[in-house]
Structures are given as C-alpha cells and as structure tokens.
C-alpha cells in the first residue's frame, strides 16, 4: 500500500512534443505528491508538486494533472527540449509522515 | 549558500570492511534524510533524522547499517561488514521543514558505493 507505480519506464519525445508520465498510488492517506528531476551524476531536484485539494498545477512548461478518485496523477512537459533529458521520478507523502516514496522513475529522452 | 554536500563521491570498499557515508545538509536544515538507489530503480528510504535524535528508521536494514546525526558536524550513515549487494548510491537530502506547508527536499550528489 506504500508503493507508488510509475509509467512508462522510459519515454522518447521529439522535440516540441508533450512528454507525459503517469503516477498511480493505493495509500489514500497521501497528501503531498511531488515530481522530481534526476541528470545522470546528480541528486534529484525538486520540479514541480501538488496536493489532493487541486486537479491542476502550472508551472512554465510543467504541469501536474491530479485525479483524486481514480488515485492518480501525472506530469505533462509540454513544448519538450533535449536540455529535459532526464530521470523523472513521482513520490508520495502522508499528512504527518515522515518519508517520501518514490516511484521507480521514467528516463525521458528528447531528441533534438 | 552551499547546497546538501555529501562526501566521498566515489567509495569503494572491499567485502568485509566499513563504509562512511558523510552528509551535511544545508545551513540552517535540521532534518536529514537518507535514501538508496540502485540501477533502473526509484529511491528507497532509508533513516530520517533530527540533530542528535533518530526519527524514522523503518527503512533501514537491521543489521550492519546505522546512522547518526549529531550535535555538531555532518550526518553519517555507517555500513559495517560491506557486502556486494550494499553497492548502490546513497543520497542524502535536508529539509527545512517537516511536513509544513512548503515542505522542501534539497538533494545531495550522492556518494557511489561500490563492493569489490
């Protein structure tokens, strides 16, 4: 019930394409759903995050979609460039938890 | 403003010695966490902690593997008896905060742990 599932394992995308991964979780006592950003060499940094009170957030060209009864959500890169290349991972947290899970990851490659 | 710092980069041990694992989380971040990565997989918890307090170590194997925050100076996360299956990197990440509004993990480069 801890875990969370991420899609697909690894992505191609032209570039100026939509990059889309998807995140699915059990553990409805999640309430803090970020994305994370990985480059080969270098620890993850924190994207973009959202909580169950809203469906969308915007930020430049990323964008969280949040699906709250279906226990889904996912992270759209829209107008994608090679400098995205990257691991992407989605993680969870409940309210008053003390650690993040974290989905296995997604290696997006954008071709130039 | 320094970011996490984690050192070494690079360790590699024999089978059978201790590996130590430093971390120093970023000015002014009180809480320390500790994660495992191997190949193709996402991040796994390992210990998260407080100065001088252990809060949550679920994540951590019973045997051979502690870790410490203290007083003064960096966390350290302690692997004794190193075996080829501890080889992954470890990252390190702080926090300002503990689950407030703005809750922030501020990563590490990690160190790459390699058992011969």
């Known amino acids: 019930q801890q875990q969370v599932k991420q899609s697909p394992q690894s992505l191609i995308v032209q570039k100026g394409g939509i990059s889309i991964i998807n995140c699915a979780y059990e553990?409805?006592?999640?309430?803090?759903f970020p994305w994370y950003q990985q480059f080969p060499g270098k620890g993850p940094a924190l994207l973009i995050a959202?909580?169950?009170?809203?469906s969308e957030k915007k930020e430049g060209r990323f964008t969280i979609s949040f699906n709250k009864s279906a226990k889904q959500f996912s992270l759209h890169i829209m107008d994608s460039q090679p400098g995205d290349s990257a691991t992407y991972f989605c993680?969870?947290?409940?309210?008053?938890?003390?650690?993040?899970?974290f989905g296995p990851g997604t290696r997006l490659s954008v071709l130039p | 403003n320094a970011g996490v710092m984690q050192n070494p980069r690079h360790l590699v041990r024999r089978r059978g010695q201790e590996a130590r694992l430093r971390c120093s989380p970023m000015?002014?971040?009180?809480?320390v966490y500790w994660y495992r990565q191997l190949p193709e997989e996402g991040l796994k918890f390992m210990v998260y902690?407080?100065?001088?307090?252990?809060?949550?170590e679920s994540g951590m194997p019973k045997e051979r593997f502690s870790a410490e925050f203290p007083k003064e100076g960096p966390s350290i996360l302690r692997i004794q008896q190193v075996v080829r299956g501890d080889s992954a990197a470890y990252f390190c990440?702080?926090?300002?905060?503990?689950?407030?509004?703005?809750?922030?993990?501020?990563f590490g480069s990690g160190t790459q742990l390699s058992v011969l």
């Open positions: 990440a702080s926090s300002l905060y503990h689950r407030g509004d703005n809750e922030k993990l501020f």
């Open positions: 553990n409805t006592a999640f309430d803090y």
């Open positions: 959202i909580r169950p009170d809203v």
């Open positions: 993680a969870a947290t409940p309210a008053g938890g003390q650690n993040f899970v």
């Open positions: 000015k002014g971040h009180s809480h």
């Open positions: 902690l407080q100065k001088e307090n252990i809060i949550d």
